[in-house]
């Protein structure tokens, strides 16, 4: 490991910061990025499976769309 460029101590050359917690609400990141997807789906039209929670159907006619909040 190094230091950044631009952020060098020259007194300090070997020495690297270390992070006491994580930055900008990484935990929470999953969940906010699902209640976003929640809720446009939703807003769409597609509803919630009650099966699996990573799964939405949209209904249309005799036609059905499945989409999936998995990668």
């Known amino acids: 490991m190094k230091q950044l460029s631009g952020f ?3 007194t300090l050359p ?3 910061c270390r992070l006491h917690k994580s930055l900008y609400g990484l ?3 999953p969940r906010a990025w ?8 939703q807003s769409i039209g597609f509803r ?3 099966l699996h929670t990573s799964l939405f159907i949209f209904f249309v006619g005799i036609n059905i ?3 999936s909040s998995l990668c």
């Not at 699902?34 to 789906?41: H, I, Q, S, V």
Request: no cysteine; proline share 0%.
């Open 8 to 10: 060098v101590d020259s």
């Open 27 to 29: 935990k929470q990141a």
């Open 65 to 67: 769309f499945l989409s």
């Open 34 to 41: 699902y209640t976003r997807l929640n809720d446009f789906l």
């Open 14 to 16: 070997s020495h690297m």
């Open 48 to 50: 919630a499976s009650k």
